[in-house]
């Protein structure tokens, strides 16, 4: 009965949204009074889960790290390209930016896993709902596999690469610069296999612009899982980074700096995001980062209840 009431009450609490969107005056809610102070959603309260052996309360979610230093990361992502002049990359202050429409989502950094920023995130959003797991749990548990890159040499071609789907498995080794991803269709499919027994279901959404997604789903304390680059940086695409699909006539051309981020609010010159290599609550340009989402072709994954 517990779990029917949790889920009841994240249902009602999503319904809720209709409300407030009658009260926004403008595209973006009144100017006045977002300036005037922050707006925050703090989540469902104790959703239990049925992978517990016992009816106990959840555990809470992962306290959020202290603030980052200007620093990047010594294990930042190979191919990584440092931030332009002007775009917003602050260090984390770990609480929302004054005047910033946001959730308050757990923050986990990617530290330990360069490459695992599409999991970070995954685990970013299941802690926002109760559930408590860790990128690297997400794969020994088998809720996502990887797959490796491998190399056959071909009489025509030369050597010609080989690897798996990336909408189905996280291609590479996330604990190394070295390791390369997944797209929103390996990210839901890991969601779904978690959420099995849970009253909750993983959603891709891909396709809606990151202006929609903050209207349909961060302003109902949802938060979304996206695609852009690292730093909001222009992708690079390279001959160097083209691999078949084993056993099909398929072929996937990786970009680099591609990079993973849990959306969680908005101003009116910038989306805010929990970004796994830079800290919480990370500004970057609304122009900007929409567009580097379409280069990536507008992924966004999220969570339901029933």
Request: proline residues 7%.
């Amino acid at each position: 009965m517990k779990r029917i009431a949790a889920a009841l009450l994240a249902a009602l609490t999503l319904t809720s949204c209709s409300l407030a969107d009658e009260e926004l005056s403008s595209e973006y809610g009144n100017e006045e009074e977002t300036s005037a102070q922050t707006y925050v959603f703090t989540g469902l309260p104790d959703i239990p889960s049925l992978h517990a052996d016992t009816e106990t309360e959840p555990a809470s979610a992962p306290e959020e790290p202290a603030p980052s230093s200007d620093t990047p990361s010594e294990t930042e992502p190979a191919e990584t390209v440092p931030a332009a002049e002007g775009t917003s990359v602050p260090a984390s202050s770990g609480t929302p930016p004054e005047g910033v429409r946001c959730i308050e989502a757990p923050y986990i950094s990617q530290d330990g896993a360069p490459a695992g920023c599409e999991l970070v995130c995954t685990s970013m959003l299941l802690a926002y709902y109760g559930f408590n797991i860790t990128a690297d749990e997400l794969i020994e548990q088998g809720y996502i596999t990887t797959a490796r890159v491998d190399t056959y040499e071909d009489a025509e071609r030369g050597t010609v690469m080989f690897s798996g789907d990336p909408n189905k498995e996280f291609i590479g080794d996330p604990h190394t610069p070295y390791g390369y991803g997944c797209f929103s269709g390996a990210i839901r499919s890991c969601l779904r296999r978690y959420l099995e027994h849970e009253l909750f279901d993983a959603v891709d959404i891909s396709g809606i612009s990151l202006k929609d997604l903050c209207m349909e789903y961060i302003d109902c304390g949802e938060p979304v899982i996206i695609w852009a680059s690292v730093d909001m940086e222009p992708l690079v695409a390279s001959e160097a980074n083209i691999w078949e699909i084993e056993g099909t006539d398929e072929t996937v051309e990786w970009k680099s700096n591609e990079h993973c981020f849990l959306l969680v609010g908005y101003d009116e010159e910038n989306f805010c995001f929990h970004d796994p290599q830079r800290g919480a609550y990370t500004l970057y340009p609304r122009e900007t980062a929409e567009a580097r989402y379409r280069e990536m072709g507008s992924q966004a994954v999220t969570i339901h209840p029933w």
